[in-house]
């Protein structure tokens, strides 16, 4: 994850030695090397993620005039989307992330918390289907990624998120699919994590977004450096809501999407959000020509 990047570009190589310093811990070797147990540990995923994610914007940025009009991510990608922006360092945001993804994972024991998504009903059938679980069981699911019109993630304890999805199969989704993750993230069981993260995001000096950050929690862009610390802590109990992220650029005039990162799933759903939109994806060196090419036709 990242090697090529590393090796080609002089910009993506300092970026990976800038998080191995910031964070104590060679990241860099975990990206390239694994091993794969060790990069499934949530507060390990999360700034080898970032690191990739910005390695491999500043590598394109040797070889491309990048100028967007806005910058967004999903979940974990706000912080990368906020680096790209200028608002915030790389060094506050991987050791951010990384005591995120730390307490993201105390917050709910092992096994307790779930995740599943919802694929073929509308995000307001998941969410009746939620809300009856939660009030039936007086426990905890709700949405959590609001990924696209026909695919909802949701949220909770284990045993409700799978009563959830029964009851999902049998009103018509076309597939519920359990996701392989360490904690239920984007749900109030991560209230815990909201609270203890408050005074690592105070301690920071964000600065102005230029270009502004469409952030998950509104789903409109926000340039103020004093919103960012109460956004973030937010986003971590809050569901994303990507759909109407996108939805909110097209009706500003957004036509042209590019990925940057590892993994090509935001073009998918960007694809199922509006068709007629143009992407690109950048995820490694050998996507550089065809990203200039895209980038020709903005």
Same mark, same amino acid.
């Given at each position: 994850? /990242? ?29 390239? #090397? /694994?091993?794969?147990?060790? @990069? #499934? ?8 993620? @970032?690191? $990739? ?24 990608? =706000? ?8 608002? @915030?360092?790389? =060094? ?18 092992? /096994? ?8 073929? +009903? ?8 939620? $809300? ?72 920071? #000096? ?11 929690? #509104? ?8 919103? +960012? ?7 971590? $109990?809050?569901?994303?809501? %990507? ?22 799933? @935001? ?14 994806? %950048?995820? /490694? +060196? ?6 200039? =090419?895209?980038?020709? $036709?903005?």
């Amino acid at each position: 994850m /990242g090697r090529d990047a590393f090796e080609a570009s002089p910009a993506a190589r300092s970026v990976y030695e800038t998080a191995d310093e910031a964070l104590g811990f060679p990241v860099s070797r975990l990206c390239f #090397e /694994g091993p794969e147990e060790e @990069l #499934e540990r949530t507060e390990i995923q999360q700034p080898a993620l @970032l690191t $990739t994610s910005v390695a491999l914007l500043r590598a394109l940025q040797e070889h491309a005039d990048l100028k967007p009009d806005f910058v967004a991510g999903h979940s974990l990608g =706000e912080y990368t989307a906020l680096v790209a922006s200028g608002a @915030l360092s790389l =060094e506050d945001a991987v050791r951010t992330v990384h005591r995120r993804g730390g307490y993201m994972q105390e917050a709910v024991p092992q /096994g307790v918390g779930g995740m599943a998504a919802i694929i073929g +009903m509308t995000p307001e059938e998941v969410a009746d289907v939620c $809300t009856e679980v939660s009030l039936e069981r007086g426990t905890v699911v709700s949405p959590a990624n609001f990924n696209s019109p026909s695919q909802t993630v949701i949220a909770g304890e284990a045993a409700s998120v799978e009563d959830a999805g029964k009851r999902a199969a049998e009103r018509g989704a076309k597939r519920v699919i359990p996701l392989k993750v360490s904690a239920p993230f984007h749900c109030s069981l991560m209230m815990p994590a909201a609270d203890r993260i408050h005074a690592d995001l105070a301690a920071i #000096e964000f600065s102005e977004a230029l270009p502004p950050v469409v952030t998950n929690v #509104e789903a409109k862009p926000n340039t103020e450096a004093g919103r +960012m610390l109460g956004l973030l802590q937010e986003q971590v $109990t809050a569901p994303v809501r %990507f759909t109407e992220m996108v939805q909110w650029l097209v009706a500003a005039g957004v036509t042209h999407f590019l990925e940057v990162g590892s993994g090509r799933v @935001l073009s998918g759903l960007v694809s199922r959000i509006q068709r007629r939109s143009q992407r690109a994806q %950048f995820s /490694g +060196m050998q996507d550089l020509e065809g990203v200039q =090419e895209f980038l020709q $036709t903005v």
